[in-house]
């Protein structure tokens, strides 16, 4: 398997930068790995199951409205 060069990092982190935004989460000294446990037997990475959280109590919300 070819390695991942420095130039694939940066048009990575170029990409990633034009086409994401980022949020900081912060949570009990514990709870990071309590949550991420959750979420890999949920089948998820700890990314998805924060937005298809949000996802979810957003649509939840809406309907009461």
Request: aromatic letters at 10%; a positive charge.
């Amino acid at each position: 398997m070819a390695k991942y060069s420095d130039a694939q990092k940066e048009a990575t982190a170029r990409y990633n930068k034009k086409a994401y935004d980022r949020i900081d989460l912060i949570v009990k000294k514990g709870q990071r790995q309590i949550i991420k446990d959750f979420a890999a037997s949920q089948g998820k990475s700890l990314n998805r199951f924060i937005c298809d959280a949000i996802e979810y109590q957003m649509s939840k919300d809406k309907e009461t409205e």
